[in-house]
Structure formats: structure tokens, C-alpha cells
């Protein structure tokens, strides 16, 4: 293991701990604050799934095998789970001693079952009985039964139950909190206007206890979670339907070892033996947590008070030209290249573009491709509409997307009904390059419009993911993607002079662009880069860019989640700074700028800085050509780096120091600013539009 790189799943906790960080802060809405705790929640399940459950799978590995990797899985796994166990702490403090009573401070109260109004209690027991119990069926476990099989990201009660004629003998009841059947909050009935009450699922069923188990006396109750691997296993992609073999492979994905026991911290440690030997689990699976699990139901949870409680709304600005043009083509043919900025401004123009292609006599073909789909998803439909008007529609659907493959399945069919030409996930690699194009038959001759963008199509994800995406009419550009989707239906490989396509030479391509300001900085001229991203983790890269530093050249980086580089090096002299924003939207755009001498290049990319990306996947990284559109993106990427509220400076691992503001400096909170940027740029055009 190397001490120039940050072990990738150590960074990562360290991403989450930031996360964690805006549910600590007090500045926070308070409503914002529970959300934070949520996506916490939901990241680290998602991290037992994956990343905890592909190291475990290295320790079946021989030592000689081991010894190849680059670190040791062993000392790995001990160091994440000491990490979680900290975090978890101090979510568990966060939760009870500040979210809790702040919430009382604005007249709403978590209650459990030991603090109910007699009204109340009533209340509760009737919906007990209209709502949840069909759907409860207590267990007594027993080592003379089978095991019980724990259904994953389910929540269970452990029951700790004594019969009234033999007290000194204790059982284990059990029973699964229906969370897929009722919802897990309920308001309760109050009688003062400015109090507001709320039960969780859980504790109205530890309220009914003694109607779910009549002939025993129960005493404590505990939850319990069992975290299960999220991976899918469809063997060799070279041989058979991939498709077939993945939609398989959904069906037992819910069957999965486990990786995670998630307690209540407050369980009798007398029991640990038995659940372990009954579940057939190891020790080391057993993770303390709190009274509650799977935080994640927390973005539902109620505000009865209907208090703003929440960040003040931001909604999507219209583009300054996209919003009165009555055709995008023809105004990317009057007026070039038009970039988006989401969520600052609106997705609509990307669905209205679809739709306007779809109803265009003169449109003959639409190609897209889609990663990661919305659930009632205005892409699809739009495309739907387009092979009903008689289009050729082309969709790429990347079926290997995890946690999405169901979801792009089901669209994908739909489409292939409709029947539009529908092509799935190519062999070794993951399409997550995020494109579309439209052919025009314009005098006789085929004209191209493409969308590049660095975030997926979505109209979800596009209203909290913070994106660039470019509209362009430039022949080059457009021909080059046409050249992708040639690549993705005919497995044709090409030669791109604008593009940055993965695997095949982004990463040489960005190799001589770092290597080409290293030059400058040989020479002795001014020599810088900034690049942003979610993740740097590519070995190669890394080593490169340390090169380049200690050559000379200043590097910025943006990261918002892994990062194994180590800017603190002594080598390095300062020359690399990195920094984390993690705030209200989910900091997503990928942006490469190189200062080449003084005539900036900037690239906007859909691949982070990893070796998956740069080897693995179909991606692509596009110039913005357009001065006016460069000076853009580099004026956004340069409020993000004098940010002093939300941003972190990337140093040791488990600290994530804000970045200092000095004495009267006034608060640079980066994506208030680029909202009030982009604000202004549509008050310009306007005054510009109206004079």
C-alpha cells in the first residue's frame, strides 16, 4: 500500500462523514438537516451493498492472491468498520440530542409508545388494527426451526417474551415491520394547535406488542437490519443473452450473503451468540446502530406543522435563449452552441427538444442514450412519440446501471414494442456516456443536432443534480456523436479529433493535456489546470498530475467525493489545493480546464477520474468551442473555488475542515452564487432582447 494514495473506500467514508457534516450544522434548515440524514443512511447502505460486500468476496482469496492486490482487505475492512462505528455515533447523538429537540422547539414531537395521550393511544391501536395487523405474522425463533430468512433493507423487532407461568426462561419473538404495506409515519391527533405529533411505524407496533403476542408478557423490543450484497452475477457477458441473464440475476439478487447486521445498540450483548448461531452469521457482520433503521424513509418524513423548515425554493431559471426560441434547431443554426445549467435552469428545453424532433416532418432519426431512467420518464415518452410519427428512433439502454437495471428493462421493452430500435449493454464495458442526436433532412442533406451532457437524462435527477449539458448544431461535434452511436449498434471503432471517447483515447488524450502544461511549466510560463469531478481515483492520473505539480503547475481540484490523491504531500509544495462542496444540490458536473498557455481549453465530461471510467465505459468529454461559453463555464468553476461556506479542504483522512474564511470576508456560498449569476446573465439578455 502506498502512501501517495488514499485507499478508495477510506475516502469514501470520508465523503459520507461530509454529509454528515451538513446534518450537524445548525445553520442548516432544520427539514434539510433529517434530508441529510437520510441521503446518509442511504449512501451507507448502498456502500455495505457494494464496496463492503466486494471486499469480503477478496478475503476468499489465497494469501498469494492477496498479496497482488493493493492493499490488504483484512486491515481494510477493520479500519471501515471502526470508521462507520464512529459516524454512526455521531448520527445517533445528532439525531436524538439536536434533531430531536429542535423539533420540539417548532412544536413537533416524535412520540413512542410510552408517551401517548390516553386519546391518542386509542387513535394509534385503531389504526393498528385497520392498517398493520394483516400484514404482521410474529415468529417465536427457536434453534429447532430452520433459520429464518432476513429479506434485505427489512426491518425487524426482536422481543424479548416470557410466558407467565415459567418467568425465569426468556424468548426471542420476532416480527417485520411492514414498511412495504403502511407507511412508517403517522400524524397523531392533537388537541393544542401549535403542537404537532408524529409516530413512527415501529413504535405504534411496540405499542401492540401485547395484542401480537397474547399469551406471553413481553419486555424490551430491539431493531434489527440485515444488509445484503447488492452485486449481480451473470457470469461471462461474451457468452448467451446478457439481457436474459442479467433479468435473472435481478431475481436473486434479493437472496444475496449478507453484509451487514445492523442492531439497536441497546440489545442485550447475552444475545449476540444466539442470533448469530440462528442467522448463521459471523460476529464480525454485527454493526451498532440506533433505535431506528433505514433512515432513508426519513425524505418522507412529515411536516404537519407546514413550517419553513426547508431551504428557501430555487426553482429552475429559464435559458436566456432557450426559452423564446420557437425552435431549438433553428436556433442552434442562428446562433450556435446553447449550454445548460442544472438544476439552475430548466430540463424542460431537453424534453421540448425531443418533442419538437418528434413532431418535425423533416426529422428521419433520433438517437439516444439513457443510463439511469425516471420512473414515468418524459424521455421515453417523447421518443415513443417520435417512432409513432414514423421516426427512426435508436436507444441505447445501459442495463448494467445498478440499483436502475428493472427500471431501463422496463423502458426498453416498452420501446421495443412500440417498435423502435432498442440495442442493451455492450460486453466489458458500461455505456454511461450521456448524448442524444438528432438527424434533419434539411435541402437534401442530413444536418445534425446533438445534446452532450455531464449528467444523465433525467428529469428527476435534473432537478437536484448539478449538470452542464450542451445543445449544439456544430457539425464536428455532431458527427462525432453520430460516430459514438455507430460504435454502440455496429461495434465500430473511429478516430475522434474533438471528442474525448473512453476507452478508446480519453485517457491518452488527457494524458498529453497535462503533460502539455508540465511543458509550459519546463519552460518557465505560467502553467494551470482545474479539474472537477466526483471522483479521482485512477492510479495512473494521479501520478501524472503529482508530475505536473512537481514540475510546477498549480492545480485546482474540485472533488465532491473520492479522492486518492494526497494534496498534502511535501513534493507537491502546496501546488495541488482540493476542496469538497457538499450542499443543497448534489455537486455532479465533470469540468477539465487547461490554462494551455492562455488560451484556456475546457472540456465538460460525463467520466470521472477512475479507472472504470477511463477503461470500462463508454464515455465522452466534449469542448466548449464558444469563448462566451467558456468564459461561463470558467467564471461558475472559479466561484466554486472561492467558496467559504460549503466547501472542505481535501487533506487528512477523517478531517473534512471547512475552508476558513478570513476576518469580514463576505459569505461565498457557491451555488447561491451561481444561481444569482446565471439570474443575471437572463436580466442581461432580456434588457439586451427588449432594447
Not at 448467451?240 to 441497546?266: A, C, M, Q, W
Request: charged residues 30%.
Amino acid at each position: 500500500m502506498s502512501d501517495r494514495f488514499r485507499i478508495r473506500d477510506l475516502s469514501w467514508l470520508d465523503f459520507n462523514a461530509r454529509v454528515l457534516q451538513e446534518a450537524q450544522d445548525e445553520t442548516v434548515p432544520l427539514f434539510e438537516r433529517i434530508r441529510f440524514l437520510a441521503i446518509y443512511s442511504s449512501n451507507l447502505d448502498e456502500f455495505f451493498r457494494v464496496r463492503v460486500a466486494g471486499m469480503r468476496n477478496l478475503l476468499q482469496l489465497g494469501k498469494k492472491e492477496q498479496k497482488r492486490l493493493l492493499y490488504e482487505p483484512a486491515a481494510v475492512l477493520d479500519k471501515i468498520y471502526k470508521e462507520v462505528g464512529r459516524q454512526q455515533d455521531i448520527f445517533g447523538q445528532v439525531f436524538r440530542n439536536e434533531i430531536m429537540p429542535a423539533l420540539e422547539e417548532h412544536g413537533i414531537y416524535i412520540l413512542d409508545e410510552t408517551q401517548l395521550m390516553p386519546y391518542q393511544e386509542t387513535w394509534a391501536r385503531k389504526k393498528y388494527f385497520d392498517l398493520v395487523r394483516p400484514h404482521i405474522h410474529p415468529r417465536i425463533l427457536s434453534a429447532e426451526d430452520a433459520p429464518y430468512f432476513l429479506q434485505n433493507r427489512t426491518i425487524y423487532l426482536l422481543i424479548e417474551l416470557t410466558r407467565p407461568d415459567e418467568r425465569e426462561v426468556r424468548h426471542l419473538g420476532m416480527i417485520e415491520i411492514p414498511t412495504r404495506f403502511v407507511p412508517r409515519f403517522f400524524v397523531l391527533p392533537g388537541r393544542e394547535e401549535d403542537r404537532h405529533s408524529i409516530m413512527i411505524l415501529d413504535d405504534l407496533v411496540r405499542l401492540s406488542l401485547p395484542l401480537i403476542y397474547p399469551d406471553w408478557i413481553t419486555g424490551g423490543s430491539y431493531s434489527i437490519k440485515l444488509t445484503r450484497s447488492g452485486e449481480l452475477d451473470w457470469g461471462d457477458e461474451e457468452e448467451g443473452d446478457l439481457v436474459d441473464k442479467i433479468r435473472h440475476s435481478l431475481e436473486k439478487r434479493s437472496i444475496n450473503p449478507p453484509t451487514r447486521f445492523l442492531y439497536d445498540h441497546r440489545l442485550p450483548a447475552k444475545w449476540f451468540d444466539d442470533l448469530a448461531s440462528y442467522f448463521q452469521l459471523p460476529h464480525t457482520d454485527f454493526v451498532a446502530g440506533g433505535r431506528y433503521h433505514n433512515f432513508s424513509d426519513f425524505f418522507a418524513f412529515p411536516n404537519p406543522a407546514h413550517k419553513r423548515l426547508n431551504y428557501r425554493p430555487l426553482p429552475p431559471q429559464p435559458h436566456p435563449r432557450l426559452e423564446r426560441a420557437d425552435s431549438i434547431m433553428r436556433l442552434l443554426r442562428q446562433e450556435g452552441d446553447q449550454l445548460l445549467h442544472l438544476p439552475y435552469q430548466k430540463f424542460d428545453y431537453f424534453i421540448r427538444w425531443l418533442n419538437q424532433a418528434a413532431e418535425d416532418p423533416n426529422v428521419t432519426a433520433i438517437f439516444l442514450t439513457l443510463y439511469r431512467v425516471a420512473g414515468d420518464s418524459q424521455v421515453v415518452h417523447a421518443l415513443l412519440r417520435a417512432q409513432r410519427r414514423g421516426k427512426r428512433v435508436v436507444c441505447f439502454f445501459e442495463v448494467k446501471a445498478r440499483f436502475d437495471e428493472e427500471s431501463n428493462l422496463f423502458w426498453a421493452g416498452e420501446m421495443e414494442r412500440a417498435g423502435a430500435e432498442v440495442y442493451y449493454s455492450l460486453p466489458g464495458l458500461k455505456v454511461h456516456t450521456k448524448t442524444a442526436l438528432v438527424e434533419r433532412n434539411e435541402e437534401g442533406e442530413t444536418r445534425r443536432y446533438a445534446y452532450i451532457g455531464t449528467g444523465n437524462l433525467n428529469e428527476k435527477t435534473a432537478k437536484q443534480y448539478a449538470d452542464m449539458g450542451l445543445f449544439t448544431a456544430d457539425a464536428q461535434l455532431a458527427r462525432e456523436v453520430r460516430q459514438i452511436f455507430t460504435f454502440l449498434i455496429e461495434h465500430k471503432t473511429h478516430r475522434y479529433e474533438d471528442l474525448l471517447v473512453a476507452p478508446n483515447q480519453m485517457r491518452n488524450r488527457l494524458y498529453e493535456l497535462i503533460e502539455a502544461e508540465q511543458a509550459l511549466a519546463g519552460q518557465g510560463q505560467k502553467a494551470w489546470m482545474i479539474l472537477k469531478m466526483n471522483s479521482l481515483e485512477d492510479r495512473e492520473m494521479i501520478r501524472r498530475l503529482y508530475r505536473a505539480a512537481e514540475a510546477g503547475v498549480q492545480i485546482d481540484l474540485i472533488i465532491r467525493g473520492i479522492c486518492c490523491l494526497d494534496p498534502t504531500l511535501p513534493s507537491l509544495q502546496g501546488r495541488i489545493r482540493a476542496i469538497s462542496i457538499v450542499d443543497r444540490f448534489l455537486e455532479h458536473t465533470r469540468v477539465f480546464i487547461f490554462g494551455n498557455g492562455g488560451a484556456s481549453r475546457v472540456y465538460l465530461s460525463s467520466a470521472d477520474l477512475m479507472r472504470r471510467n477511463l477503461d470500462h465505459r463508454v464515455e465522452c468529454a466534449f469542448p466548449i468551442k464558444d469563448p462566451v461559453l467558456q468564459q461561463e463555464v470558467i467564471d461558475i468553476i472559479r466561484i466554486q473555488l472561492q467558496d467559504n461556506a460549503r466547501a472542505r479542504l481535501l487533506g487528512q483522512l477523517g478531517e473534512n475542515p471547512y475552508v476558513q474564511r478570513p476576518a469580514r470576508a463576505r459569505i461565498i456560498r457557491s451555488q447561491l452564487k451561481t444561481y444569482a449569476y446565471l439570474r443575471k446573465k437572463l436580466r442581461d439578455a432580456r434588457r439586451l432582447h427588449t432594447s
